[in-house]
């Protein structure tokens, strides 16, 4: 295990964009999980007398709010690192969901073929015929708005990649010797999908739940922005960007903030992701 870890941190280093990312994420992480530590303010603690302040480096900036207040007079610095709780919270609660029912899923129309198959990828065709976003913001629609329905509606929404991923590499992985050999000495069906198959199939699952780790988190700011995902004054980036909208040419602040909050977010998960992929893919691997 020592080894395989060596290695592994070994090509992924060998990504310096990967490291960068890595570190910027744990810094995201740290924040996420000391917010009520790290934060001046309550990020929902107004004050009348300090409405939209500039940054602290700007005229009329405040020592007391280092990146300002926004319009209703929020600490703009607390409301950012609180959202970094809400943002990661997103990314793990859709990337569960979707993973755990995606590889379920996948793991039955791989393993059984036939018309198990052909109906479960008939299904997810469908889903992945529509734009993602849209039939996000269509099931948030049904659903009703709010933080948990955007969740959902964003898992359902990624679910369909997880399954063709999954699918694929049990169709691939379960002709092998190995596999064969273990229903001989008489797995079942279920050993062999779980205990057998799985832990094989693993590595892209893992690169593509990086990935879909930055999508949700885009897509719960989209919905947020729309004002579909989470409800004022929850301070989630996306729908601290959709508060901000009117005071765009007077508060740069409280648009850019929040929109390079999720940017670098993303571009951090993004580099972990392309890391991931060249340090577990065995074709990547330079000798």
Request: aromatic letters at 8%.
């Amino acid at each position: 295990m020592r080894q395989m870890m060596s290695e592994f941190w070994f090509y992924f280093s060998e990504n310096r964009g990967a490291v960068i990312g890595l570190y910027v994420f744990l810094v995201l992480i740290v924040l996420a999980l000391l917010a009520p530590l790290i934060a001046p303010h309550d990020p929902a603690a107004q004050n009348r007398a300090a409405l939209l302040l500039p940054p602290v480096w700007q005229d009329g900036g405040q020592s007391a709010y280092l990146l300002g207040t926004d319009a209703v007079g929020r600490d703009m610095l607390s409301r950012l690192i609180y959202g970094a709780r809400f943002s990661l919270f997103i990314g793990v609660i859709v990337v569960t969901i979707a993973l755990s029912g995606g590889i379920t899923i996948g793991l039955i129309a791989g393993y059984f073929r036939g018309w198990v198959d052909v109906v479960i990828m008939r299904i997810m065709d469908v889903i992945l015929a529509f734009p993602s976003l849209l039939l996000a913001l269509v099931l948030v629609a049904v659903l009703g708005p709010g933080l948990l329905n955007a969740m959902i509606a964003i898992a359902l929404v990624l679910q369909p990649h997880f399954v063709r991923l999954t699918r694929a590499a049990v169709m691939s992985e379960k002709t092998k010797e190995y596999v064969i050999s273990a229903r001989v000495a008489g797995a079942g069906p279920l050993r062999l999908m779980t205990k057998t198959i799985l832990p094989n199939c693993l590595a892209p699952l893992i690169v593509q739940a990086t990935l879909s780790f930055s999508t949700a988190i885009l897509d719960a700011a989209a919905l947020g922005f729309l004002g579909m995902g989470a409800q004022p004054p929850t301070p989630e980036w996306g729908t601290m960007l959709a508060d901000a909208r009117e005071f765009i040419s007077r508060a740069w602040w409280v648009v850019t903030l929040p929109g390079l909050m999720i940017l670098v977010t993303v571009l951090a998960i993004n580099l972990v992701g392309d890391g991931l992929r060249d340090a577990l893919d065995p074709k990547l691997k330079r000798s």
